[in-house]
């Protein structure tokens, strides 16, 4: 087993007034060798939008992108047509493909929005850009991992292009949950979003994550009731 601790004091951060940003990875003005990406897993931003604040239209390619609100709805536009609100408890992913234009938007005038945004490299490039988003019932990853995002289209999850899953648990205190990578040779980043956990005897705490590959099996034990969101990402050559 082989393992890499990212404190979420360590993250980047970038304040602008507008958009209160921390980096998983190296994202924008900050850059850190070390940290460029996890796998196929290239960007984990955990943004605050103040109320009516929000990202323009701006463009994307080749690049899996998920959004998962923690309080608050997004406002969101793209090219394929969509024009819709992302409410705390959905779900989005775009496939940007061969090309996609969108904007995301604090859907409330006054209060502010939570949400993590996450990069994936494709498996495939160039397909046709897709958005879907979905709203998942949050008592169904009580004690148990919930799949969010699945290549897999019997997990009832977002489509995912690339050999990745994305699982979400609510773990109370003294419980603890097994994890097994779907696909031979996947490393997972554990990103803990509330609470306490230890994850291959490194103790963890608030927006604190630990990589994890080179193992069938990880547990996950809750210190404190916890809330984990598990990235499975194929790792890369020079992992």
């Known amino acids: 087993m082989k393992t890499i601790f990212h404190p979420a004091a360590d993250r980047g951060h970038a304040n602008f007034g507008w958009l209160d940003s921390y980096h998983s990875f190296s994202f924008g003005r900050w850059y850190n060798p070390e940290k460029v990406h996890f796998g196929a897993l290239r960007v984990l931003n955990d943004d605050i939008v103040i109320g009516g604040a929000g990202f323009g239209t701006h463009p994307h390619d080749n690049m899996e992108i998920v959004s998962i609100p923690l309080s608050g709805a997004l406002a969101h536009k793209d090219s394929t047509g969509t024009d819709g609100l992302i409410n705390t408890g959905d779900v989005q992913i775009m496939s940007a493909g061969s090309g996609i234009q969108h904007s995301e938007f604090n859907a409330s005038k006054t209060d502010p929005v939570n949400f993590l945004q996450v990069w994936v490299f494709p498996k495939l490039a160039n397909i046709k850009p897709r958005y879907d988003q979905k709203t998942y019932n949050v008592e169904d990853r009580k004690n148990k991992w919930q799949v969010v995002v699945s290549p897999d289209e019997k997990d009832g999850a977002l489509w995912i292009n690339?050999?990745?899953?994305?699982?979400?648990a609510d773990l109370q205190v003294g419980k603890s949950l097994e994890y097994q990578p779907r696909f031979n040779g996947n490393g997972v980043y554990f990103f803990v979003i509330e609470g306490e956990v230890e994850i291959a005897g490194q103790t963890l705490q608030k927006r604190d994550?630990?990589?994890?590959?080179?193992?069938?099996?990880?547990?996950?034990?809750?210190?404190?009731?916890?809330?984990?969101?598990?990235?499975?990402?194929?790792?890369?050559?020079?992992e």
Not at 162 to 168: A, G, R, V
Not at 214 to 230: C, P, Q, S
């Open 162 to 168: 690339q050999d990745s899953l994305f699982n979400l």
């Open 209 to 238: 994550a630990v990589g994890v590959w080179d193992t069938n099996a990880m547990e996950v034990a809750a210190k404190t009731d916890a809330r984990i969101l598990a990235i499975e990402v194929p790792m890369l050559k020079e």
